[in-house]
């Protein structure tokens, strides 16, 4: 999408303008961090709990052998500001997945670090770029999550809903 830093203006026309493809769009599956240092072993889906996602997601987690874990840092409202929202706000069920807090091989106060470090020092910064060093392990596991969580929306018997209860305001479609 577009124009995120600026309001999702991008995913807001998005969300009222959906492709024509002959269809509603039934789920959407923002990826806006991608572990850059290896594999992990667990990944957070912002807003789940407001869709009727989790069970193909936690089937599709446990295949992968990966553990969903809960957001780690809700006191930042990032559900709320991401380019998933504006579709969530349409009606469409709509998450963000991010990277969990466990890098294989290490604890989740090495993630903690790792979070830390990078809100406080690169983070809507000059030094927020690419590192040739990176270990993309990660990326391409989050890639894979995404993908077989598309298949598992695309094979159910029932298109995902909202959740009861959830609503932000007017829908714009």
Same mark, same amino acid.
């Given at each position: 999408m577009t124009a995120e830093e600026q309001g999702l203006h991008g995913s807001a026309w998005a969300a009222l303008h959906p492709p024509a493809l002959g269809r509603p769009i039934v789920a959407s599956f923002n990826v806006d961090e991608a572990p850059v240092f290896g594999r992990m072993e667990?990944?957070?889906?912002?807003?789940i709990e407001r869709t009727t996602l989790s069970p193909l997601a936690e089937s599709?987690?446990?295949?992968?052998?990966?553990?969903?874990s809960p957001e780690s840092h809700p006191e930042?409202?990032?559900y709320f500001r991401s380019d998933?929202?504006?579709?969530a706000r349409?009606?469409?069920?709509?998450?963000?997945? /991010?990277?969990?807090?466990? %890098? !294989?091989g290490h604890d989740a106060a090495y993630g903690e670090k790792l979070f830390n470090d990078f809100n406080d020092n690169r983070y809507h910064q000059p030094s927020d770029e690419f590192d040739p060093g990176w270990?993309?392990?990660?990326?391409?596991?989050?890639?894979?999550?995404?993908? /077989?969580?598309?298949?598992? %929306? !695309?094979?159910?018997?029932?298109?995902?809903r909202m959740a009861p209860g959830?609503?932000?305001?007017?829908?714009k479609r």
């Open positions: 667990d990944y957070t889906m912002l807003g599709v987690a446990h295949r992968m052998g990966i553990k969903l930042q409202g990032s998933h929202f504006p579709f349409s009606g469409v069920p709509a998450i963000s997945i /991010e990277p969990g807090s466990i %890098v !294989s270990n993309l392990a990660g990326t391409v596991q989050e890639a894979r999550l995404v993908l /077989e969580l598309m298949r598992a %929306v !695309s094979r159910a018997r029932e298109t995902p959830q609503s932000f305001g007017p829908a």
